[in-house]
């Protein structure tokens, strides 16, 4: 059994997460298609340097945590998994929208975030990437040459702006042809090529779309359940796991 999970702001909106809908996708009065873009942050690094800073603040409150749908998805990978597991799946891949890390504090293994991490930043000149858990602005130095004042901002956070090229498509594409259960949680279905994933997958693969409402993907799937991401999922997976005994 091939699985591939889709997951969107939607899944950390009861951790307290605001979704991109919720804030009407503005960030100060901006679009955000305005702010997290490369020519947005050309034109204005400090807003969108301070876009992130709030974000990855926020994050890293204690009272951001995983919720039980996190939870739930990782304790399911971990069971199917096991070397000891009765079904044991063949495949089985996380791929987030978000660039929280909660299905990583959940304790999911196999999570590729196509569109960066907030907790990483990178080097506008080598590409390097580095954890990243403080501010970061126009004059913060360099990680690798602290005393060099030529390079400090040179830092960006590791995120995929609009325009960008997500993250690990060849292997979201490899997943998505040979799934056997495709779900996707708590996405609008709007942004690209993430929204086209469900495309990807054979017909005969079983797609389950988990989110409060229809959206414009929703035609692609075979199944839809409405509601809470922390109440459906736990429930969608213990009637997968009965399925399957
Ligand atoms: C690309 C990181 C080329 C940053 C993000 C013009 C110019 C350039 C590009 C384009 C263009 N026109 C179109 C495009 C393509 C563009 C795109 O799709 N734009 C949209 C706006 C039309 N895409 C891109 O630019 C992408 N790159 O195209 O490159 C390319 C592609 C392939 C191969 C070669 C070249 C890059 C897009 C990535 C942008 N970065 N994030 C950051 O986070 O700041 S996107 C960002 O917005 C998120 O990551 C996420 O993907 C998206 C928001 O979507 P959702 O996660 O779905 O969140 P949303 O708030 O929208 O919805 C929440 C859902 O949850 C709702 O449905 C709601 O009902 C539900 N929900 C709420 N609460 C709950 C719930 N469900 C369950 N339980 C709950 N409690």
């Known amino acids: 059994m091939n699985i591939l999970i889709l997951t969107g702001a939607g899944i950390s909106a009861e951790s307290g997460i605001p979704t991109f809908r919720d804030a009407n996708g503005l960030w100060e009065g901006h679009p955000v298609?305005?702010?997290?873009?490369?020519?947005?942050?050309?034109?204005?690094?400090?807003?969108?340097?301070?876009?992130?800073?709030?974000?990855?603040?926020?994050l890293l409150s204690p009272?951001?945590?995983?919720?039980?749908?996190?939870?739930?998805?990782?304790?399911?990978?971990?069971?199917?998994?096991?070397?000891?597991?009765?079904?044991?799946?063949?495949?089985?891949?996380?791929?987030?929208?978000?660039?929280?890390?909660?299905?990583?504090?959940?304790?999911?293994?196999?999570?590729?975030?196509?569109?960066?991490e907030l907790l990483k930043a990178q080097c506008l000149e080598s590409g390097k990437v580095f954890a990243w858990r403080d501010d970061l602005t126009v004059d913060t130095p360099h990680p690798e040459a602290p005393e060099d004042d030529s390079k400090r901002g040179w830092l960006?956070?590791?995120?995929?702006?609009?325009?960008?090229?997500?993250?690990?498509?060849?292997?979201?594409?490899?997943?998505?042809?040979?799934?056997?259960?495709?779900?996707?949680?708590?996405?609008?279905?709007?942004?690209?090529?993430?929204?086209?994933?469900?495309?990807?997958?054979?017909?005969?693969?079983?797609?389950?779309e988990i989110n409060l409402a229809d959206t414009p993907t929703s035609p692609a799937f075979n199944e839809h359940r409405h509601g809470p991401a922390g109440i459906e999922v736990p429930k969608l997976i213990a009637e997968l796991r009965s399925n399957s005994q």
């Open 33 to 58: 298609e305005q702010v997290a873009t490369p020519q947005g942050f050309a034109r204005d690094p400090s807003l969108v340097h301070a876009f992130y800073n709030t974000r990855r603040r926020h």
């Open 63 to 116: 009272d951001i945590r995983p919720n039980p749908a996190h939870i739930a998805l990782a304790q399911w990978e971990q069971e199917l998994l096991a070397p000891s597991a009765d079904h044991p799946a063949d495949d089985f891949l996380i791929v987030t929208q978000n660039i929280d890390d909660l299905h990583v504090q959940a304790g999911s293994r196999n999570v590729l975030p196509m569109h960066g």
């Open 156 to 208: 960006r956070p590791y995120v995929v702006w609009f325009g960008e090229v997500p993250l690990g498509l060849d292997r979201i594409e490899k997943a998505a042809a040979r799934a056997d259960l495709f779900l996707a949680i708590g996405t609008s279905g709007l942004v690209y090529p993430a929204a086209g994933i469900v495309q990807c997958t054979p017909p005969k693969c079983r797609k389950i």
